[in-house]
């Protein structure tokens, strides 16, 4: 079974950073694009970023600028680097991943359970 399990949340204030972590773990062959979402309350969720295998990068408009995503394949790890936070940045952030099963011939999309940002004025 593959888990996802982010990390790094909790409260900041308005203009500080944080670093989210997301691990991914279980029966992975290769893992191709990964991303972060968030879901903020009584919103939908919505695509922060995404970046590839090769590292290639998208960044939803409004945020670009101001986070940074990355991953190290080596340690099958997502991370996203938030600068210059602001109060509608909070939300609930979700990973996801796009693994290829040791055992399948089929990619699958997983997503973690989320970790909570809260950004205060």
């Known amino acids: 079974q593959v888990h996802l399990v982010e990390s790094g949340g909790g409260l900041v204030q308005a203009g500080g950073s944080l670093r989210l972590s997301c691990a991914a773990s279980g029966s992975i062959s290769r893992i191709n694009a990964m991303g972060w979402y968030r879901q903020a309350p009584g919103k939908q969720r919505e695509l922060v970023a995404a970046i590839t295998s090769s590292s290639s990068t998208n960044y939803a408009d409004s945020l670009k600028g101001r986070f940074t995503i990355s991953r190290d394949n080596a340690k099958n790890t997502l991370y996203l680097q938030m600068n210059s936070l602001k109060p509608e940045d909070t939300a609930v952030y979700y990973c996801?991943?796009?693994?290829?099963?040791?055992?399948?011939?089929?990619?699958?999309?997983?997503w973690g359970q989320g970790t909570q940002v809260t950004v205060s004025s």
């Open positions: 996801n991943a796009d693994v290829r099963g040791s055992t399948t011939t089929i990619t699958v999309r997983y």
